[in-house]
Each structure stands twice: as C-alpha cells, then as structure tokens.
Nanobody, 122 residues
Framework: QVQLVESGGGLVQPGGSLRLSCAAS????????VGWFRQAPGKEREGVSC????????SYADSVKGRFTISRDSAKNTVYLQMNSLQPGDTAVYYC???????????????WGQGTQVTVSS
C-alpha cells in the first residue's frame, strides 16, 4: 500500500548539482517525517537529511550542511533533496524513507524507496 519512489540521480561532475525527488503513491507524505539516506559500497547506510511532519524543522549531516537542502511540495506529494557543490565523496545510492518520527537514524523509518544512484566524477 505504501510506495516511495526516488528519482533524479545520475552522473554529475564535481561541483555540480542534482535534485532528487521522493514521490509517494497511495498515501500522503504530509503525515510523515521524511528522511534521505545514502549508502556507498562497503559502508553503512547513513542519514543525510530529514524534514519533520509539520516542516517545522530540518536536519542535516555535518558532511552536507550548507550544500544540501530538503524540502516538501505537498501539492505533488513529493519531498526533494537539492544537492549543490557535489563532491566525489557524495557518490552513493540515495534512499528516501518515511516514518512517524524524524531523525537521521535509519531505524526510525518504516517505509523505504528503492534508491537512486548518484555518481560524482569527472
């Protein structure tokens, strides 16, 4: 019943930008906190950013502060992650997730998308 689909990934040069989208179907994302996570080969899944149910707060990992911005478009039932000044270290599969409580810990979330690949390389 709950479905999340990420899109917008791809290959980008260092210093470039991408905007990832997390679209929900069959339920409203407005009633959930939404987080973005990423996982590189051989590494643990890590929290990147999250936004609260009411959009009253956002959080970012130290590694992306000042470069990434999370936002919500209720009319499109979509949450975005704008990524600027991308670095090779940002290369990973990016996942969005929805849960009752927000935070940067993956275990807090109940529903997950399939992921979208982001590759930063010259």
């Amino acid at each position: 019943q709950v479905q999340l689909v990420e899109s917008g990934g791809g290959l980008v040069q260092p210093g470039g930008s991408l905007r990832l989208s997390c679209a929900a179907s069959k339920f409203s994302l407005d009633y959930y906190a939404v987080g973005w996570f990423r996982q590189a080969p051989g590494k643990e899944r890590e929290g990147v950013s999250c936004i609260s149910r009411s959009d009253s707060s956002t959080s970012y990992a130290d590694s992306v502060k000042g470069r990434f911005t999370i936002s919500r478009d209720s009319a499109k039932n979509t949450v975005y992650l704008q990524m600027n000044s991308l670095q090779p270290g940002d290369t990973a599969v990016y996942y969005c997730a929805a849960g009752i409580f927000g935070g940067l810990q993956p275990g807090l979330y109940n529903y997950w998308g399939q992921g979208t690949q982001v590759t930063v390389s010259s």
